[in-house]
Protein backbone atom coordinates (compact mmCIF):
# COMPACT_ATOMS: atom_id res chain seq x y z
CA UNK A 1 0.00 0.00 0.00
CA UNK A 2 1.10 3.45 -0.33
CA UNK A 3 0.15 6.71 -0.96
CA UNK A 4 -0.91 9.79 -3.36
CA UNK A 5 1.58 9.00 -5.74
CA UNK A 6 1.81 5.21 -5.31
CA UNK A 7 0.24 2.06 -5.30
CA UNK A 8 -1.18 0.00 -8.52
CA UNK A 9 -1.87 2.49 -11.41
CA UNK A 10 -4.54 2.13 -13.40
CA UNK A 11 -4.46 1.98 -17.60
CA UNK A 12 -3.82 6.09 -17.58
CA UNK A 13 -1.29 6.51 -15.05
CA UNK A 14 -3.89 7.11 -12.27
CA UNK A 15 -3.37 5.38 -8.85
CA UNK A 16 -6.59 3.68 -7.52
CA UNK A 17 -8.33 4.09 -4.41
CA UNK A 18 -8.29 0.25 -3.74
CA UNK A 19 -4.13 0.40 -3.32
CA UNK A 20 -4.06 3.66 -1.49
CA UNK A 21 -3.61 3.67 2.45
CA UNK A 22 -6.69 4.97 4.23
CA UNK A 23 -8.36 5.93 7.34
CA UNK A 24 -12.46 5.54 6.96
CA UNK A 25 -15.02 6.98 9.37
CA UNK A 26 -17.04 4.35 9.51
CA UNK A 27 -14.86 1.94 10.80
CA UNK A 28 -13.67 3.91 13.64
CA UNK A 29 -17.73 4.68 14.60
CA UNK A 30 -18.12 0.93 13.97
CA UNK A 31 -15.37 0.42 16.35
CA UNK A 32 -16.12 3.29 18.96
CA UNK A 33 -13.16 5.10 18.47
CA UNK A 34 -14.75 8.57 18.51
CA UNK A 35 -15.46 9.24 21.59
CA UNK A 36 -14.02 12.79 22.58
CA UNK A 37 -10.86 12.36 25.14
CA UNK A 38 -9.76 8.83 23.76
CA UNK A 39 -6.32 8.79 22.66
CA UNK A 40 -4.93 4.83 21.21
CA UNK A 41 -2.52 3.69 18.47
CA UNK A 42 -4.11 3.85 14.97
CA UNK A 43 -4.46 0.77 13.96
CA UNK A 44 -6.01 0.77 10.23
CA UNK A 45 -8.74 -1.88 9.47
CA UNK A 46 -7.16 -5.31 7.43
CA UNK A 47 -3.34 -4.62 8.89
CA UNK A 48 -2.30 -6.03 12.56
CA UNK A 49 0.11 -3.88 13.34
CA UNK A 50 -0.31 -0.10 13.99
CA UNK A 51 0.93 1.36 10.57
CA UNK A 52 3.45 4.49 11.13
CA UNK A 53 3.33 4.83 14.26
CA UNK A 54 0.15 7.05 13.75
CA UNK A 55 -1.59 7.76 17.51
CA UNK A 56 -5.20 9.41 17.39
CA UNK A 57 -6.00 12.03 19.66
CA UNK A 58 -10.39 12.61 19.63
CA UNK A 59 -11.39 16.29 20.82
CA UNK A 60 -15.05 17.51 20.50
CA UNK A 61 -14.77 18.59 16.72
CA UNK A 62 -11.59 16.67 15.36
CA UNK A 63 -9.14 14.46 15.25
CA UNK A 64 -5.74 14.76 15.92
CA UNK A 65 -3.16 12.56 14.13
CA UNK A 66 0.32 12.98 15.56
CA UNK A 67 3.41 10.45 13.35
CA UNK A 68 6.34 10.44 12.30
CA UNK A 69 7.17 11.63 8.64
CA UNK A 70 10.80 10.63 6.67
CA UNK A 71 11.40 13.64 4.51
CA UNK A 72 13.60 13.75 1.07
CA UNK A 73 17.10 13.72 2.95
CA UNK A 74 15.58 10.34 5.26
CA UNK A 75 15.35 12.43 8.36
CA UNK A 76 12.28 11.73 10.80
CA UNK A 77 9.99 14.59 11.21
CA UNK A 78 7.07 14.29 14.28
CA UNK A 79 4.21 15.66 12.55
CA UNK A 80 0.55 16.12 14.24
CA UNK A 81 -2.11 16.50 12.09
CA UNK A 82 -5.60 18.22 13.10
CA UNK A 83 -8.56 16.66 10.84
CA UNK A 84 -11.75 18.27 11.75
CA UNK A 85 -15.52 16.45 12.34
CA UNK A 86 -19.31 17.44 11.39
CA UNK A 87 -22.31 14.94 12.10
CA UNK A 88 -25.55 14.87 10.01
CA UNK A 89 -28.95 13.13 11.44
CA UNK A 90 -29.19 9.74 9.98
CA UNK A 91 -32.93 9.19 8.73
CA UNK A 92 -34.08 6.27 11.42
CA UNK A 93 -32.54 8.47 14.11
CA UNK A 94 -28.93 8.87 15.55
CA UNK A 95 -25.93 10.37 13.72
CA UNK A 96 -23.34 9.74 11.37
CA UNK A 97 -19.79 11.28 11.76
CA UNK A 98 -18.00 12.25 8.43
CA UNK A 99 -14.55 13.53 8.11
CA UNK A 100 -13.99 17.38 6.90
CA UNK A 101 -11.18 17.29 3.91
CA UNK A 102 -8.25 18.91 5.41
CA UNK A 103 -7.21 20.29 2.09
CA UNK A 104 -7.53 24.51 2.62
CA UNK A 105 -9.39 24.48 -0.75
CA UNK A 106 -11.77 21.51 -0.35
CA UNK A 107 -13.60 21.32 2.98
CA UNK A 108 -15.65 18.35 1.51
CA UNK A 109 -17.42 16.46 3.65
CA UNK A 110 -15.98 12.51 3.22
CA UNK A 111 -16.32 9.03 4.91
CA UNK A 112 -12.59 8.50 3.97
CA UNK A 113 -8.65 9.66 3.83
CA UNK A 114 -6.06 8.99 2.14
CA UNK A 115 -2.58 9.11 3.34
CA UNK A 116 -0.21 10.55 1.29
CA UNK A 117 4.07 10.00 1.19
CA UNK A 118 4.25 13.34 1.92
CA UNK A 119 2.34 12.41 5.55
CA UNK A 120 -0.97 14.95 4.64
CA UNK A 121 -4.10 13.41 4.50
CA UNK A 122 -6.62 14.19 2.14
CA UNK A 123 -9.84 13.25 0.17
CA UNK A 124 -9.82 10.84 -2.96
CA UNK A 125 -10.58 14.33 -4.88
CA UNK A 126 -7.96 16.50 -3.82
CA UNK A 127 -5.37 13.33 -3.38
CA UNK A 128 -6.05 12.14 -7.79
CA UNK A 129 -7.20 8.88 -6.88
CA UNK A 130 -9.77 6.78 -9.12
CA UNK A 131 -11.93 3.53 -8.32
CA UNK A 132 -10.59 0.93 -10.24
CA UNK A 133 -14.16 0.30 -11.64
CA UNK A 134 -13.60 3.42 -12.85
CA UNK A 135 -10.96 2.35 -15.59
CA UNK A 136 -13.36 -0.42 -16.53
CA UNK A 137 -15.00 -0.50 -20.01
CA UNK A 138 -18.21 0.72 -20.10
CA UNK A 139 -19.53 -2.58 -21.58
CA UNK A 140 -18.11 -4.39 -18.32
CA UNK A 141 -19.27 -2.60 -15.78
CA UNK A 142 -22.58 -2.69 -17.26
CA UNK A 143 -22.00 -6.80 -17.25
CA UNK A 144 -21.48 -6.10 -13.33
CA UNK A 145 -24.89 -4.11 -12.60
CA UNK A 146 -26.50 -6.97 -14.43
CA UNK A 147 -25.00 -9.65 -12.60
CA UNK A 148 -25.92 -7.66 -9.43
CA UNK A 149 -29.43 -7.35 -10.37
CA UNK A 150 -29.72 -10.87 -11.22
CA UNK A 151 -28.29 -12.34 -7.76
CA UNK A 152 -31.01 -9.75 -6.13
CA UNK A 153 -33.59 -11.67 -8.61
CA UNK A 154 -32.29 -14.78 -7.87
CA UNK A 155 -31.40 -15.76 -11.44
CA UNK A 156 -28.74 -17.74 -12.68
CA UNK A 157 -25.67 -15.95 -12.90
CA UNK A 158 -24.29 -14.86 -16.05
CA UNK A 159 -25.75 -12.63 -18.86
CA UNK A 160 -26.49 -15.07 -21.64
CA UNK A 161 -28.47 -17.48 -18.74
CA UNK A 162 -32.11 -17.77 -18.57
CA UNK A 163 -34.32 -15.28 -16.88
CA UNK A 164 -36.45 -16.73 -14.46
CA UNK A 165 -39.89 -15.78 -12.44
CA UNK A 166 -39.95 -13.05 -9.90
CA UNK A 167 -38.75 -13.51 -6.25
CA UNK A 168 -41.33 -14.19 -3.47
CA UNK A 169 -42.32 -11.43 -1.52
CA UNK A 170 -40.89 -8.98 -4.26
CA UNK A 171 -43.29 -6.64 -5.35
CA UNK A 172 -44.09 -6.46 -9.48
CA UNK A 173 -43.68 -3.08 -10.05
CA UNK A 174 -40.15 -3.32 -8.70
CA UNK A 175 -39.63 -6.76 -10.10
CA UNK A 176 -40.55 -4.73 -13.67
CA UNK A 177 -37.98 -2.13 -12.75
CA UNK A 178 -35.26 -4.37 -12.33
CA UNK A 179 -35.88 -6.12 -15.36
CA UNK A 180 -35.58 -3.50 -17.63
CA UNK A 181 -32.92 -2.47 -16.12
CA UNK A 182 -31.39 -5.59 -16.58
CA UNK A 183 -31.89 -6.11 -19.92
CA UNK A 184 -30.68 -2.67 -20.67
CA UNK A 185 -27.61 -3.35 -19.21
CA UNK A 186 -27.27 -6.32 -21.15
CA UNK A 187 -27.93 -4.67 -24.30
CA UNK A 188 -24.27 -2.49 -23.76
CA UNK A 189 -22.75 -5.69 -22.46
CA UNK A 190 -23.32 -7.39 -25.72
CA UNK A 191 -22.76 -4.35 -27.74
CA UNK A 192 -18.94 -3.64 -26.21
CA UNK A 193 -18.50 -7.69 -26.37
CA UNK A 194 -19.57 -7.26 -30.48
CA UNK A 195 -17.53 -4.45 -30.78
CA UNK A 196 -14.28 -5.95 -29.03
CA UNK A 197 -14.28 -9.08 -31.13
CA UNK A 198 -14.88 -7.09 -34.36
CA UNK A 199 -11.53 -5.05 -33.10
CA UNK A 200 -9.88 -8.44 -32.39
CA UNK A 201 -11.10 -10.02 -35.94
CA UNK A 202 -10.35 -7.12 -37.48
CA UNK A 203 -6.78 -7.31 -35.96
CA UNK A 204 -6.41 -11.03 -37.03
CA UNK A 205 -7.52 -10.57 -40.64
CA UNK A 206 -4.42 -7.75 -40.95
CA UNK A 207 -1.93 -10.28 -39.40
CA UNK A 208 -3.00 -12.94 -42.02
CA UNK A 209 -3.03 -11.06 -45.08
Known amino acids: MGGFGSGRRAKFGKAV ?7 DIRWLQRTDSLRPGDFYSLRFPGTHKPTRRITVQVDSSELILSYQQQDANGQC ?5 PVGLVWTPCYYGGRRTWFICPESACGRRVAKLYLGDNGSFACRHCAGLAYASQREAPDRRAKLRAGNIRKRLGWPQGILNQCTSKPRGMHWKTYWRLRAEHDALVEVALDGMDKRLGTVEGRLRGLMK
Open 17 to 23: TECSLSL
Open 77 to 81: LDLEY
